[in-house]
């Protein structure tokens, strides 16, 4: 969960997801490791869930994602990339019920222009 907080999360359960990644942009190339932190909490000033995505660099992005059906779905503008560029998230349940299957794609001036498919599951953690 998230820690009780003054900032913009305000005092709110959460969840708190690290993110450890690793890959290559071509089979010739070395696998790039990058690191991020995803923070989830209800949002106390409307009907959403506030979330934002902080990479290993400390720039954060980040906005109120609202629940369709079974899905969470989000769409943010971009920290870090110029013109009319947006981050479109949506998060389901896994048929297993013990992951999480997240898309993520991003538009630039209208236009698909990447995206990702992960599915997360839940590992223990070691104190």
């Not at 009780?4 to 305000?10: M, Y």
């Not at 990479?55 to 989000?74: M, P, W, Y």
């Not at 898309?103 to 236009?111: I, P, R």
Request: glycine share 10%.
């Amino acid at each position: 969960g998230i820690r009780t907080s003054a900032t913009r999360f305000g005092v709110a359960p959460g969840v708190e997801c690290f993110l450890d990644m690793t890959w290559a942009q071509s089979q010739d190339a070395k696998p790039a490791r990058h690191a991020a932190i995803l923070l989830y909490a209800r949002d106390n000033s409307g009907n959403g869930i506030r979330h934002m995505l902080v990479d290993d660099e400390g720039v954060a992005e980040g906005t109120v994602a609202q629940l369709v059906d079974d899905t969470l779905i989000s769409t943010s503008q971009c920290a870090r990339i110029p013109g009319k560029c947006l981050s479109k998230v949506s998060i389901s349940a896994g048929a297993d019920l013990q992951s999480v299957k997240m898309e993520l794609n991003m538009e630039v001036d209208g236009k698909r222009v990447g995206g990702h498919q992960l599915t997360l599951r839940r590992e223990p953690v070691s104190p």
